[in-house]
């Protein structure tokens, strides 16, 4: 199993540029999650979904967009990239257990806007 | 709303001492509790969980219990070693989602 994987794993984007950035999870998970992680801030989530088709707002949702067509896929999409977007990007996946959410983590997309 | 307060660091130790990471968290009922580990360069991965209160949750020598009466799950481990330094969240289920603290950075010199 390749468990959770994100791609790209490095980009550099000029302000207003778009991309997209693609989550992978061969575990068969009914969750998945986007977070970015920035100094002094910890983990937030941006949205998230919990089945095939679905999507959920997060913490910080403004200027992203997601989607969900595939179980196993989970696309995050940045449609106008600002310089306060550059950050480090964290993919997740869970399966649905009600008191147990471990969540398995992919290893990250290091975002810069300039 | 719930959320997560871990102790500001970073955390510097030298090889064989004890470690304390505070975590109190606030939230309506009794959330499972989890220890997150990032290692420089990498994703988060699972340390341990609690679902419920007192249970004690363990692996790779750390261990935390769930204290419903202090709201607490404190990170602990006898004797640290090099390896261990990595940054460490806590964290807390809120429904579908989980909710992690900021993060406390652990350095451990030999």
């Known amino acids: 199993n390749a468990g959770v994987t994100q791609t790209p794993k490095f980009r550099v984007l000029k302000t207003g540029q778009s991309m997209t950035l693609l989550c992978a999870q061969d575990?068969?998970?009914?969750?998945m999650y986007w977070y970015r992680q920035d100094p002094g801030m910890g983990l937030r989530l941006i949205h998230y979904?919990?089945?095939?088709?679905?999507?959920a707002k997060g913490e910080v949702p403004d200027g992203y967009n997601v989607s969900r067509l595939k179980k196993q896929n989970f696309l995050l999409g940045l449609e106008s990239a600002a310089p306060s977007q550059t950050s480090v990007y964290f993919c997740?996946?869970?399966?649905?257990?009600?008191?147990?959410?471990?969540?398995?983590f992919g290893p990250g997309t290091r975002l810069t806007v300039t | 709303g719930d959320s997560v307060t871990q102790m500001e660091g970073p955390v510097t130790l030298s090889e064989e001492a004890f470690l304390t990471i505070n975590c109190t968290y606030t939230?309506?009922?009794?959330?499972?509790l989890f220890w997150y580990v990032q290692y420089p360069g990498e994703g988060l991965q699972l340390l341990l969980k609690a679902t419920k209160a007192d249970d004690k949750g363990s692996n790779k020598g750390f261990e935390a219990t769930y204290r419903k009466e202090t709201t607490s799950f404190h990170l602990e481990k006898g004797s640290v070693q090099v390896s261990d330094s990595a940054v460490y969240f806590c964290a807390l289920q809120a429904g579908t989602a989980l909710i992690f603290g900021k993060g406390t950075t652990l350095s451990v010199s030999s």
């Open positions: 575990m068969n998970h009914e969750y």
């Open positions: 979904s919990v089945g095939e088709g679905t999507t």
């Open positions: 997740a996946s869970s399966p649905h257990r009600d008191r147990d959410l471990e969540q398995y």
């Open positions: 939230a309506t009922g009794y959330p499972s």
